[in-house]
């Protein structure tokens, strides 16, 4: 890589550069229930007032999903951030694959399906909704559908309840019709039935190690059947939303049963497909199913002989699951392996609900670091507590080791994540939410002074809205009414997100306009030209304009 033209006349600063992803942080396009705007920012207020920013698209096709109706997720945009260009994500691949037939003409799919014939069961597992972030409804209907076209005579579906990327309590909006579709399917021969099921942040879908008694849960209801019996998946959401409240993703685990006897715990012989994409939320119940012995982070019981697959390869490193029905998109020469091409030294921050975005997704999903000698990753462990009790999370930790790699001099990049927007944001707290985002501008604060005492560069950005948009609202820009109380949501906005240059020692070398209309792509090349080199020639274009 070349250093930047001398005709930019641009000197790199004496600090390093720094960037703070405030996930889940965007420019609302409502009032109401935007607790970006109701929070007390006044750090970040001063930024968007006296430094370069500009907005940037962090959703759809910016991001690689199929459409800009799709909401960004942390998961793309750090591959964007960290690829410097967009690559077809999860959901696009998996929708072609399935439209083309190559995902059924794929070894994978004719090993889980022949595995599935001889009286066995296949079993579907995975996030049931159409919020497109780690599974689609459709494709899982064109799954079902090949599977019983190709002979298959028993399936099963285990859902896991969304009411994140999707309205809190739009569930049963899901299976009534899906209810409907199974019974299509059994009348063509095919004994298809739910059963099994539970919302995503009670059973199965943990991510980084968090939480494995989540999967320990999934595990007991998907695969040996045991917990409280329902007749229905309708009947089981009713009853369990009547019983506690709970919205979606917090109900409890339910297992579908006839005369005592669930319809569908998992076999030997069995074939077994989870049908998610996303791979953060999957590699933690893919490695009890495919682990062997050695396997100790709960009790599994009976551990039945399956055949399984994932929808996509989780982890390109580590080849987990062992087989997949999509490859996943093959993203290459990163930001990160630039850098350690330069000989430049970076440090990754985050605590463990996103530090997995600011390092394996960052580098284009690779495990581990890229030059052992050249990288320092930190991982604070989070709170195991529901994200609205404790707002501030570990902010201030997140805050502290970022500051202490500034003071240190020993690097020339710093990355950090805080989780907050996000993570409380999908709670539908908005209070919390607000001091959420209050506490990440309180934490942006102290960062700003140790940039400009060190002499450094700040950028300020995010991945994806979330905490600037809680509220549903109709087309009209009203928020709907339930039972006297507005209606919440707690999926990722459609928003674009804010990306701001502090550059304290900066001579004027680029202009005080940023490039507007970029994604959040662009931030690779932006970190690239900061530190004093020129960006390859097909990332995207940096937010920076220099003179000519």
């Known amino acids: 890589m070349t250093k930047l033209n001398s005709l930019s006349g641009f000197e790199r600063r004496r600090g390093p550069v720094v960037l703070v992803i405030m996930d889940g942080v965007g420019f609302g396009k409502y009032e109401e229930g935007d607790a970006v705007k109701a929070a007390s920012t006044p750090t970040l207020d001063a930024l968007l007032k006296d430094a370069p920013n500009c907005r940037l698209k962090a959703h759809g096709r910016a991001v690689g999903l199929p459409s800009d109706a799709d909401m960004g997720n942390s998961e793309v945009g750090h591959n964007a951030m960290g690829a410097g260009r967009v690559f077809d994500q999860g959901a696009s691949l998996v929708s072609k694959s399935i439209t083309s037939g190559d995902m059924f003409a794929g070894k994978a799919w004719r090993e889980v399906v022949d595995g599935a014939k001889a009286d066995k069961a296949l079993h579907f597992l995975g996030l049931f909704s159409d919020g497109n972030v780690h599974s689609h409804i459709d494709h899982l209907k064109a799954m079902v559908e090949r599977a019983c076209a190709e002979g298959v005579k028993k399936i099963r579906v285990h859902i896991l309840l969304d009411g994140r990327d999707v309205g809190e309590t739009s569930a049963l909006d899901y299976v009534i019709p899906f209810e409907a579709f199974l019974a299509e399917v059994r009348a063509k021969g095919c004994d298809a039935r739910i059963a099994s099921g539970g919302g995503r942040m009670f059973i199965t879908m943990d991510h980084y190690g968090a939480d494995w008694s989540m999967v320990e849960r999934g ?83 009976r551990v039945p002989r399956v055949t399984y697959a994932g929808m996509m390869e989780y982890d390109g490193d580590l080849h987990v699951p062992q087989r997949y029905l999509v490859a996943p998109p093959a993203i290459d020469r990163t930001l990160g392996e630039y850098l350690c091409a330069l000989g430049l030294r970076t440090l990754a921050v985050s605590e463990t609900q996103k530090f997995g975005h600011v390092t394996y997704f960052f580098n284009g999903n690779k495990s581990g670091k890229i030059d052992e000698a050249l990288e320092e990753y930190v991982e604070i462990p989070s709170d195991i507590v529901p994200f609205e009790q404790r707002p501030w999370m570990k902010g201030a930790e997140i805050t502290d080791r970022v500051i202490e790699g500034i003071e240190s001099g020993r690097f020339d990049f710093i990355r950090c994540n805080f989780p907050n927007g996000d993570m409380v944001g999908h709670t539908g707290s908005f209070e919390a ?94 970190v690239i030209e900061l530190l004093g080199y020129a960006a390859p020639t097909d990332y995207d274009p940096s937010v920076l304009v220099f003179d000519a």
Not at 231 to 251: F, K, M, V
Not at 255 to 263: L, N, R
Request: net charge negative.
């Open 219 to 301: 595990w007991k209801t998907h695969v040996l059947g045991e917990g409280r019996q329902f007749a229905s998946a309708q009947e089981a959401i009713e009853t369990l939303r009547q019983e506690t409240g709970a919205i979606d993703q917090d109900l409890g685990a339910f297992v579908i049963a006839e005369g005592g006897v669930p319809v569908g715990a998992i076999e030997d012989g069995d074939s077994v497909v989870l049908f998610n994409f996303r791979g953060d939320r999957a590699l933690e119940i893919t490695a009890a199913f495919e682990s062997g012995d050695d396997f100790d982070k709960f009790e599994r019981g």
């Open 433 to 526: 939410a607000r001091i959420a985002v209050e506490t990440v501008d309180l934490c942006l604060a102290r960062i700003v002074k140790a940039v400009k005492k060190a002499g450094g560069v700040l950028v300020v950005t995010a991945d994806h809205g979330n905490a600037d948009d809680m509220f549903e609202h109709k087309k009209d820009g009203s928020v709907p009414m339930v039972n006297g109380v507005r209606k919440v949501k707690t999926a990722h906005s459609l928003n674009p997100v804010p990306c701001v240059v502090y550059d304290p020692e900066g001579k004027g070398e680029y202009g005080a306009t940023l490039r507007d209309g970029l994604g959040i792509s662009s931030i690779a090349a932006t």
